[in-house]
T-cell receptor, first 110, second 113 residues
Framework: EDQVTQSPEALRLQEGESSSLNCSYT??????LFWYRQDPGKGPEFLFT???AGEEKEKERLKATLTKKESFLHITAPKPEDSATYLC???????????FGKGTKLSVKP | DTAVSQTPKYLVTQMGNDKSIKCEQN?????MYWYKQDSKKFLKIMFS???????INETVPNRFSPKSPDKAHLNLHINSLELGDSAVYFC????????????FGDGTRLSIL
């Protein structure tokens, strides 16, 4: 069964304190691993897609990496506006739906 | 400008009532989805439509019936609402089914009294 586990559940950082979020997954025939950001009262906002081990994607202070078992979302010198819940999802070969993790709630204090 | 829009944003109703949620996307996508986010913020797929055809139907009570009049619209009708139906329902769309990112609306918060 396809499964996604995210850690930690919550993370508090000081502004400028870099850190990483983890997404461990099991899936048959990975078609894509997706990172989303969700703000309170909003829908998930697409950040990155990773397709194969070794792939990396960057956007501003965020960098996503992928291995065969996990993905990391690295946040460099975060700012308070990076505070949100970050969701990881995988799509397997059997169906088109996304399997989501429970998310990591990130709080960045000024 | 809105890519995926849902209406209404909030829906408060009594147990036993029937209600509908509408979703429209202007991205030119051919696949649309309904997800449910429970009180623990866990997002789970309910249905998926590709070119107006049902592709995925997870274990959802048959009180929930999706309808896709065209590729740009996917509505969700719920009969005989129950307390456990209280959640946030998200519509999403993608271009194709496999390996493409899904783009989400801002959700409909359904509260059953």
């Amino acid at each position: 069964e396809d499964q996604v586990t995210q850690s930690p559940e919550a993370l508090r950082l000081q502004e400028g304190e870099s850190s990483s979020l983890n997404c461990s997954y099991t899936v048959s025939g990975l078609r894509g691993l997706f990172w989303y950001r969700q703000d309170p009262g909003k829908g998930p906002e697409f950040l990155f897609t990773l397709y194969s081990a070794g792939e990396e994607k960057e956007k501003e202070r965020l960098k996503a990496t992928l291995t065969k078992k996990e993905s990391f979302l690295h946040i460099t010198a975060p700012k308070p506006e990076d505070s949100a819940t970050y969701l990881c999802a995988v799509q397997g070969g059997s169906q088109g739906n996304l399997i989501f993790g429970k998310g990591t709630k990130l709080s960045v204090k000024p | 400008d809105t890519a995926v829009s849902q209406t209404p944003k909030y829906l408060v109703t009594q147990m036993g009532n029937d209600k509908s949620i509408k979703c429209e996307q202007n991205l030119g996508h051919d696949t649309m989805y309904w997800y449910k986010q429970d009180s623990k913020k866990f997002l789970k797929i309910m249905f998926s439509y590709n070119n107006k055809e049902l592709i995925i139907n997870e274990t959802v009570p048959n009180r929930f019936s999706p309808k896709s009049p065209d590729k740009a619209h996917l509505n969700l009708h719920i009969n005989s609402l129950e307390l456990g139906d209280s959640a946030v329902y998200f519509c999403a769309s993608s271009l194709g089914q496999k390996g493409q990112p899904q783009h989400f609306g801002d959700g409909t918060r359904l509260s059953i009294l």
